[in-house]
């Protein structure tokens, strides 16, 4: 905690800027975007936020009270009813490892709200919030209006970033008052269903509407059931699990909560270790009506694989993005390439690179493929920005270092693809700051 006393204490709501940090400012998209990318938007906010702020991540644990569960529940049906999912399935674990593997401290709320938790987190540690929830002004102590700063928004630029204050309004708030919970309530550092499970009563999960077809193939989560009760099984629960979930009705044309009994079941344990061929054991519950936009069809399969990675993650304790590098790759890596370009015969992009990783590091890495140069990218302040060039002298070596298949640094997977090069432009390609409009 000594550099709490050093630096501001900065608390922020990460899935407030899901739209940010996710690239899905715009909820209208189908395209889900390469989570390579994501990994990079967090590492930049992460170095800049770091200069002037002591940082600490909050994400929702599913903490449920009837106010934010009959939010949640509504958000649901629209997705369902209008085809729409604007972010992964299983963001929340997503973001919160892609920061954890930036040296930041993570707590998924497990004790109370999310909201309740930040607050209290702050007040008790004199720090600040960044969220642009506006309920987080409905917090009081002894029936006063709490004194803790919220920031409603940050900009970044100059290496670092600068924090919008937002201004606490006389008129009455949308949300009823609380009292600040001291001392501030419990938090976990992973995500595990069965967690969840040990602390409700009754033993009721709600599951959501991961994937944007749920209303033409059905709920994966429903698919997937039977490698979920293997799942509990390893977890060591043997209670029966009542599960609800979100689905469409033919006949009456609506979104309907149904509600399943499942219990935890053996039979499928060996498949927590294959998950492909889970992937292949387990289809879509039903088939469409006629043919899904390949957009939606595109988001759906990789939905699919997200939420069998998340039963393995919570099943297993292995963290998702492991199961992505290992198993699905594809997940993380770019599939929109910049156009027009060429690819280059003699230079890799490296990418997906740890914060602290050294030039010696890499040197090693690729040592036996004979690289002419390493270049690790940093910014303006010398932080490492995620990626790397490799540059080679003949395109034998480049075509060996690049068919080399498992690059790792520790237990994080390296990927490695030819350069883009755009035609006419000789800059070595970047990636566009997020705008935080």
């Given at each position: 905690m000594s550099q709490i006393t050093k630096k501001?204490?900065?608390?922020?709501?990460?899935?407030?800027?899901?739209?940010?940090?996710?690239?899905?400012?715009?909820?209208?998209?189908?395209?889900?975007?390469?989570?390579?990318?994501?990994?990079?938007?967090?590492?930049?906010?992460?170095?800049?936020?770091?200069?002037?702020?002591?940082?600490?991540?909050?994400?929702?644990?599913?903490?449920?009270?009837?106010?934010?569960?009959?939010?949640?529940?509504?958000?649901?049906?629209?997705?369902?009813?209008?085809?729409?999912?604007?972010?992964?399935?299983?963001?929340?674990?997503?973001?919160?490892?892609?920061?954890?593997?930036?040296?930041?401290?993570?707590?998924?709320?497990?004790?109370?709200?999310?909201?309740?938790?930040?607050?209290?987190?702050?007040?008790?540690?004199?720090?600040?919030?960044?969220?642009?929830?506006?309920?987080?002004?409905?917090?009081?102590l002894n029936g006063s209006p709490l004194d803790v700063t919220i920031y409603s928004n940050f900009l970044e630029s100059n290496g670092k970033i600068t924090l919008h204050e937002k201004p606490r309004t006389n008129g009455p708030s949308r949300a009823k008052p609380r009292e600040v919970i001291v001392p501030p309530p419990q938090t976990v550092n992973q995500m595990l269903d069965y967690q969840l499970i040990l602390r409700k009563n009754p033993k009721i999960v709600y599951k959501s509407s991961p994937s944007p077809l749920t209303r033409d193939l059905g709920n994966i989560h429903v698919a997937f059931t039977p490698l979920r009760q293997a799942a509990y099984y390893r977890a060591n629960l043997r209670m029966p699990i009542t599960e609800k979930y979100p689905d469409w009705n033919e006949e009456s044309q609506s979104v309907v909560w149904y509600e399943q009994t499942v219990t935890p079941d053996p039979k499928y344990l060996y498949l927590l270790d294959d998950p492909k061929k889970a992937l292949d054991t387990f289809p879509d519950i039903r088939k469409p009506a006629t043919e899904p936009p390949a957009d939606l069809l595109?988001?759906?399969?990789?939905?699919?694989?997200?939420?069998?990675?998340?039963?393995?993650?919570?099943?297993?304790?292995?963290?998702?993005?492991?199961?992505?590098?290992?198993?699905?790759?594809?997940?993380?890596?770019?599939?929109?390439?910049?156009?027009?370009?060429?690819?280059?015969?003699?230079?890799?992009?490296?990418?997906?690179?740890?914060?602290?990783?050294?030039?010696?590091?890499?040197?090693?890495?690729?040592?036996?493929?004979?690289?002419?140069?390493?270049?690790?990218?940093?910014?303006?302040?010398?932080?490492?920005?995620?990626?790397?060039?490799?540059?080679?002298?003949?395109?034998?070596?480049?075509?060996?270092?690049?068919?080399k298949k498992d690059y790792y640094i520790g237990d994080v997977r390296i990927f490695v693809q030819p350069k883009r090069v755009p035609i006419n432009e000789a800059s070595e390609e970047k990636i566009e700051p997020v705008k935080n409009e």
């Open positions: 501001k204490l900065l608390c922020l709501d990460a899935l407030n800027f899901s739209g940010i940090f996710g690239g899905l400012t715009n909820k209208r998209r189908t395209n889900w975007p390469a989570l390579w990318k994501i990994n990079v938007r967090v590492k930049r906010f992460v170095q800049k936020a770091n200069v002037d702020f002591h940082l600490v991540v909050f994400i929702d644990y599913g903490y449920e009270t009837e106010e934010t569960l009959n939010k949640w529940r509504t958000r649901r049906e629209k997705e369902v009813k209008n085809r729409t999912r604007a972010i992964y399935p299983g963001f929340n674990f997503i973001i919160g490892e892609y920061f954890k593997r930036n040296n930041v401290d993570v707590h998924f709320s497990y004790g109370a709200d999310n909201d309740d938790t930040i607050v209290s987190y702050a007040y008790a540690n004199s720090g600040g919030v960044l969220s642009s929830d506006s309920d987080m002004f409905r917090y009081t595109k988001n759906h399969m990789t939905a699919r694989k997200i939420v069998l990675c998340e039963i393995i993650s919570s099943g297993t304790g292995t963290p998702i993005l492991s199961l992505f590098e290992k198993h699905f790759p594809e997940i993380i890596l770019p599939n929109h390439p910049q156009s027009p370009y060429t690819l280059s015969e003699d230079t890799l992009y490296v990418f997906n690179l740890p914060t602290k990783v050294k030039k010696s590091v890499l040197d090693g890495l690729f040592k036996e493929f004979h690289p002419s140069r390493v270049r690790i990218i940093s910014d303006p302040n010398g932080r490492n920005q995620g990626y790397a060039f490799v540059f080679f002298n003949n395109k034998k070596d480049f075509n060996r270092a690049l068919n």
